[in-house]
């Protein structure tokens, strides 16, 4: 039940969106085991200003992506090996060559904290 949040420095088509959208889906399903039908992405572009070593990086793209998840429902080996893929996806689909650093978050969430459809995580696994 993953929520993925995707901030882009520059606007993006929608198609292309929607295929980083169905990609972010598919790679979270097979390496981290998330399932597809809960999973919800969420990709912001534009409308704000980026600084890369405290100037404005502007007219080129840069990412920052979260993906918020139920603590030790991963290992240390599936996040670093969905870091890489997601990374990887992430620049061939902007189209991005080098530029500024990209940052890739994972935040591991107590299950007693956070849920979804008024659920804690903790509550629907005692189910």
């Given at each position: 039940m993953p929520i993925l949040s995707l901030d882009l420095s520059c606007?993006?088509?929608?198609?292309?969106k929607n295929v980083i959208a169905n990609n972010l889906t598919v790679l979270t399903n097979k390496i981290l085991g998330k399932n597809a039908g809960?999973?919800?992405?969420k990709i912001t572009d534009a409308g704000t200003y980026w600084y890369v070593a405290g100037e404005v990086y502007e007219n080129r793209q840069v990412f920052s992506?979260?993906?918020?998840?139920?603590?030790?429902?991963?290992?240390?080996?599936e996040v670093h090996a969905w870091i890489g893929?997601?990374?990887?996806?992430?620049?061939?689909?902007?189209?991005?060559k080098s530029g500024a650093p990209n940052y890739i978050?994972?935040?591991?969430?107590?299950?007693r904290f956070w849920g979804y459809d008024g659920t804690t995580q903790t509550a629907r696994n005692a189910q």
């Open positions: 606007p993006v088509d929608v198609a292309v809960l999973t919800v992405v992506l979260d993906i918020k998840i139920t603590e030790k429902t991963n290992d240390p080996v893929a997601v990374y990887s996806m992430l620049r061939c689909e902007l189209g991005m978050s994972v935040t591991c969430l107590d299950g």
